[in-house]
């Protein structure tokens, strides 16, 4: 960009840009040193509207073709392709990347945990045998009179069938409720294994293959549930087997996190093991005595995005922002080093890095970026890799330069809800029945659940979706679920506090003043969205709300997300039976068939459909009108009513 260009941004106020303080504070001093950010990339770059509308294909080269949104059924591509196929295959070939995104990272996790339990790994040990068994258990592992090891042996023959096996169904499928799994099975969508459906994604998507978009969304459903119900779900449980099952812990989320006086190192990224290492490494007393001799208080080691995300609420470790503040946050000068694994990394990071001589150091073999150093992380030797990282910070606090500036905010709250200890808190045992949460649905002092995901994206003023939309969610008592960036937005702005229950509706904050938790609980990362689907099939298993996910009174949302991983949850959950609502942008265009399938079509197969708003209040009221519709398809509409009416009558008293 220009500097011409440059100045016209800056015209572009900072809190135009994001509803995040500490960022606004960091974009303006961007400004001041001269320093190009995302934001100022995205007003740069004006979105292509024929992409936008998901009206264009690249895949032969008779094209590109360029079809008219205006006129969607005017023209058609050299092949022949219709306005329906061409949109059916960027949005199938989207859910195959994002799905493959996920399921890759589980798979990762999958070959860590064979590594653990083959005991050629020191550093990391099974953590959590009591998960081990219940999920063994889950899916049909004979698990009497066994030992640890020999149960994880069978776990990880069982699981590493999610991704390879050629035939049948994945071993999750037997966690989904029956009538689910039946309407799944009827049409043919129950996923084999995930590499062999993204690979029939692929080929299906290519040109003169699958050209009727009913046929293609159809594997685009069953290639996104090889995530939900696959990659992303065997990733969470075997995380919590090898690192712990989150519980309930306090955490301080914002960029106020970092410390003046301390080394301060940033890990960004997708998988817990590199940030798991680090934290051990960043404690060992070498380091330790390292940066006291460099002048430095201590080593200060934070999240940002979805592994932070995963660490904060397994841990309580302090998490700096999301991901349109990653760029933002080197401003600070105080950055001594931020490393990356894989997802959601910006290349623009490099250059911002450099501005302020923060190393970048890539640790991953699948994500080198030019500019940045790259030390790999090996799991066998985990240490070699996490002790450089510290060493390079360290080195980079004695030789700070640059002016610090680092905003004040820091957020309490509390983080770490599993699903088995949501379950806990409402009144049931740890890792019993769901029959509290179920009760006070059908009793009506919560209206619903919603889970509400996803990322953040300069096209849209950054937490303000997240905010505004949880904001009149949980005003209107619906129990509001939150992963990844999703999360630290509404930490950022208070809302995992307990005291926050006062903006709850009175039946939510009924609920939440009694057990003392936050109204918006946050449960990890963006895999850990699969905790979401173990909860909604613990509600319908519980009895009393219907026999299949697309009977709850739940909906999900991702009001400003940017990723073809968001795509692949959304169509994830739509395949679940889940009304899922996004905001910001959605690559489609309105009024053709592929339209109507997606809004419609879908929920009349029984599965859940997509909804879309630019605008949060909107989005919230579509949700809400879903759930009640699901609460009167239920019968349970009248109790909520006598709930509402009673709290009024107890308030005049
Ligand atoms: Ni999920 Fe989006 Fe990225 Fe995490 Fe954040 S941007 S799709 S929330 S960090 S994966
Ligand atoms: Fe054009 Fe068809 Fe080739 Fe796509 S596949 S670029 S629509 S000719």
Redesign the pocket.
Known sequence: MSINDKKKNDTLQADACTACQSTAEMITKARKDEVVLNFDRAAAMKACPIGADSACCKHCFMGPCRLNAKDPYGKVGVCGATIDTIQARNFARTVAGGSAAHTDHGMAMLDLFKEVVNERIADYRIKDPIKLKEVADSIGIDTTDKTVKQIAIDLYRELERTYVQVEGEIPFAKRVPEKTLEQWRKLKIVPRGAMREIMEMMHRTTMGVDQHYENITRQASRTALSDGWGGSMVSTEISDILFGTPAPVEAGVNMGVLKEDQVNIIIHG?EPNLFESMLASVNSPVMVEAAKEAGAKGINLVGM??SGAEMMSRHGIPHAG??SSTEAILVTGAVDAMAVDI??IKQGLAAVAECYDTPLITTNPRCHIEGATHIEFNEHEPKECADEIVIKSISRFRGRTHPVQIPKQVNQGVQGFSHEYINYMLGGSFRGGYTPLNDNIINGRIRGVAGVV???NPRSRQDDGHITLVKELIRNDVLVLLT??AQVALAKAGFAAPEAAVFAGDGLQEVCETVGMPPVLGLG??VDNSRILIAASEMVREGGLGESLADLPVAGAAPE???E??VAIGQYFVASGVFTVFGTTFPITEGTRFHELLFDGLEKQGLGKWGFSKDPYEMARMMIAHIDKKRKALGIDKARERVLVGMDERREL
Request: charged content about 5%; some cysteine; proline content about 0%.
């Open positions: 997708h995005c979805c999301n991901f997802q959601c996803g990322c953040t990844g960036c990362s963006c997300w940017m990723s991983k968001a």
